[in-house]
């Protein structure tokens, strides 16, 4: 994924060693280069070569990094992660606000399990990090409210359906999809950690998704099944995930008889009918997973390209069919 390509970039800075981080093609489209910039101020050699990242490691001197905080949280995390270890402190500087603040906060919860201080300042465009250690603890990953998005979907849209391991208190951006599911007019049940979604008659909503932007692809089936014009902004973005997102979903909508209107950071959606057809998830995980949502409502559709869900969710169409829905499967 993205985030571990950069993650491991990062991670390399800090052992000594010449590391190539070989790219695969979707994820050579993805931007890199202002993480190296930043790695670069603080004292690490490192660059691209083709589709690989060619890293110097074991000189992360520590110093003052800028970088932009508009294009992905994942910088920002790459670095605050590894900052503890840098020889001298370190001083990270947004040059534009942060968007996706959720998984900032996120990244600063789980250093902080780890008995690693930051101090963050309150619009978490600067950060400052002493030469400190990590220490060991025992730590629960949560379920992942990005996941289950796809599954509440499908319950508000078809039927009722229950995700269990989910933390309503989290600070995952997408933990918003409750809120925003229930301003569609779906009902929502929380009870501990598990959340029930049941079918309902939804409504078209405007929502910004700039902290939340994975949730795109499932907002935008939902607000094709509503009633009335939804319109989602904040999501340029989604143009540099391992598709663009928002060409994708119009695609994929005009095939369906789904009216669309594509601009650069907003895009609209008329709900209506949708009819099955062919949809080529342009080898993307949330494109193949929120089509198959569209797909069973309209009694059927083709999903190109549907092992792409073994990125994130492998068991995906499997539990697809233990809810019911009639799954034909023909992947590599």
């Not at 919860?109 to 690693?116: A, S």
């Not at 999903?303 to 019911?324: H, S």
Request: charged letters at 25%.
């Amino acid at each position: 994924s993205a985030a571990t390509f950069r993650f491991m970039t990062a991670v390399c800075a800090l052992v000594p060693g010449k590391y190539r981080l070989l790219a695969g093609p979707s994820l050579s489209k993805r931007p890199i280069v202002p993480l190296l910039q930043a790695l670069g101020q603080l004292g690490v050699n490192c660059r691209t070569e083709g589709a690989s990242v060619i890293v110097d490691g074991g000189r992360l001197k520590g110093g003052v990094a800028e970088l932009a905080g508009d294009i992905s949280s994942q910088f920002v995390s790459a670095l605050l992660l590894v900052a503890p270890l840098a020889e001298e402190t370190v001083n990270i500087r947004l040059t534009t606000p942060p968007e996706s603040k959720p998984y900032l906060k996120m990244t600063l919860g789980c250093m902080e399990k780890f008995e690693v201080k930051v101090r963050a300042y309150q619009d978490l465009s600067k950060f400052d990090v002493v030469k400190q250690e990590y220490r060991p603890t025992r730590y629960q990953v949560e379920g992942d409210w990005s996941s289950a998005s796809y599954l509440l979907a499908l319950g508000a849209v078809l039927g009722e359906v229950t995700v269990a391991n989910l933390n309503p208190e989290s600070l995952q951006g997408d933990k918003i999809v409750l809120n925003l599911l229930k301003g569609m007019g779906a009902r929502v049940l929380v009870n501990e950690n598990t959340v029930t979604a049941q079918k309902s008659e939804l409504k078209a909503i405007t929502a910004d998704l700039s902290d939340c932007i994975d949730l795109l692809p499932t907002l935008a089936v939902l607000a094709a099944v509503a009633n009335g014009t939804s319109r989602f902004f904040g999501i340029s973005r989604a143009r540099l995930k391992e598709s663009n997102r928002v060409a994708a979903l119009r695609e994929g909508f005009t095939r369906m008889g789904i009216k669309v209107i594509e601009k650069i950071d907003s895009l609209t959606i008329v709900g209506s009918k949708p009819e099955g057809s062919v949809i080529d998830s342009q080898d993307d995980h949330r494109i193949a997973m929120a089509f198959s949502i569209l797909g069973l409502r309209a009694g059927g559709t083709t999903i190109d390209g549907a092992e792409c869900v073994q990125k994130t969710y492998p068991e995906f169409w499997d539990i697809l069919k233990r809810l019911g829905g009639k799954i034909k499967l023909d992947v590599k």
